[in-house]
């Protein structure tokens, strides 16, 4: 029987300009409702899991779900953007999103992302993946670590192996150089098992850079770079990038007897403003 892994990074869940609910009570009173982008953002996630769930039941596969980092933030860059500075809103966030999603794998992975985002440790990872742990939920824990949650996922699934973590060893902020930070990361991913005496792996993936790449099959292990669930905020401003709406999406991998068959899911997101003209 194949199995399905599903790849998705960077929600920020709890950020105005990422995924969330479409309604959110804050603890004491008070109520967040989703705007505009972020209802698009919405529909766009819901058609996504709709899709994979398809594809599970055609393929009579397993699900494993990997949420790649960066699943929620508390934003300690500058405190403008979270919805909620307090820690019990963001977890009850992250629950809201992930719990459907984790009810309907049969295996699912939570990483650990940016402390700035995470909290130090990925401590709102962990605290999340505690939780649905602990009720029973098929949340996988990183034994060796000690922890509930990954920072470095080495694994085998249906003889197809993996190495994924929120931080690739290498990025780039420019667009024309996508692929080649892929490559770069393919090379680099490579060496290192080579250095230390083990096979590579088959795949490789990483997130934070919110923008999607494949390295392509030169070398092995093929890297892919996930795409986020979250549009440009202040931060990227800054970076010269509020312009630039990257497509949402994910990563799925179907894997039967040491073959795999990866493709992208994503959606492009519409032009968020009209430009200015003088009269």
């Known amino acids: 029987m194949p199995s399905l892994s599903v790849f998705v990074a960077d929600t920020h869940l709890n950020s105005r300009v990422a995924m969330c609910p479409l309604s959110y009570r804050f603890r004491g009173n008070g109520e967040f409702r989703a705007s ?34 960066d699943a929620m933030d508390i934003n300690v860059h500058d405190n403008i953007d979270p919805i909620s ?6 977890i009850e966030l992250g629950e809201t999103i992930f719990r459907p999603i984790v009810e309907r794998a049969d295996y699912t992975f939570f990483y650990r992302g940016t402390a700035a985002h995470d909290q130090e440790h990925g401590k709102l990872t962990e605290e999340l993946a ?7 939920l098929p949340v996988v824990p990183n034994e060796q ?12 699934i249906d003889g197809v192996t993996f190495d ?27 060496d290192g098992y080579l250095d230390r005496g083990d096979k590579p792996p088959d795949i490789g993936v990483y997130a ?11 070398f092995t292990p093929r890297v892919f770079f996930l795409p986020p669930w979250v549009l440009a905020n202040s931060y990227g401003d800054r970076l010269g990038v509020g312009g630039d709406i990257e497509p ?20 492009e997101f519409p ?9």
Not at 43 to 59: G, K, P, T
Not at 85 to 90: A, F, H, I, S
Not at 164 to 190: E, G, L
Not at 254 to 260: E, S, V
């Open 130 to 136: 505690t939780l649905l742990l602990k009720e029973g």
């Open 248 to 267: 949402v999406g994910l990563l799925t991998v179907i894997c039967d007897a040491g073959k795999y068959e990866a493709n992208d899911m994503r959606w």
């Open 271 to 279: 032009r968020r403003r009209k430009p200015w003209v003088a009269e």
């Open 36 to 69: 505009k982008s972020q209802r698009a953002l919405h529909r766009r996630w819901l058609a996504s899991w709709d899709i994979v769930y398809q594809m599970q039941e055609q393929l009579d596969a397993s699900l494993y779900v990997h949420i790649v980092g």
């Open 164 to 190: 994924v973590t929120h931080h690739p060893k290498t990025t780039t902020r420019i667009r024309s150089n996508r692929a080649s930070a892929a490559a770069r990361q393919q090379r680099q991913v490579r």
């Open 208 to 218: 934070h850079g919110h923008f999607w790449a494949d390295s392509g099959t030169t």
């Open 145 to 156: 670590e000690g922890y509930n949650s990954w920072g470095w996922f080495w694994g085998e």
């Open 85 to 90: 500075r307090y820690e019990p809103d963001v």
